[in-house]
């Protein structure tokens, strides 16, 4: 995959199947401490494939967010911009870029609830008709981590 496109992929209209965890920093198991939404995501590509931008819809939260990609020919890199309708914010990037395989890692420095944490996003199982994004945060420097939202996308018939 050439990583300046990397996100040409992802244009249309997505259904999404969110999994996100009660507690972000929590990595205990179960059932009960996951929590299921729906999401509709309508993305669009930019600049030659050079950009990507998306907004998704929680419609059972009464929430929206969006995501603006941009990639740097100079690092050859993404970085990566979310933002939510909850705070009105643009938070810190995350950086990064995709394997050979396909598979899409990027990191990033932000706070949670007050507490500093890196933040990793992976997009992966890349096809025609969807892909699967998750994040995951960690509080020591990167050695261990914790994926607490999942995002499983499945492209909307034209």
Sequence with gaps: MDNSTGFGFFTGTYDVVNRQRKDFLDPSEGEDHWQEFPGVTHASAHFDGRAS?????????????????????AADAWSLYWASSRTGTLFP????????????????DDKYEGRKVQVRYVWSEITENGAHWEQAFSVDGGETWVTNWHMYMTRRAA
């Design 53 to 73: 931008f998306d907004e998704i819809e929680f419609p059972t939260r009464g929430s929206a967010g969006m995501t603006l990609r941009l990639y740097d020919p």
């Design 93 to 108: 990037p995350v950086v990064g870029g995709f394997q050979p395989d396909g598979t899409g890692v990027f990191h990033g």
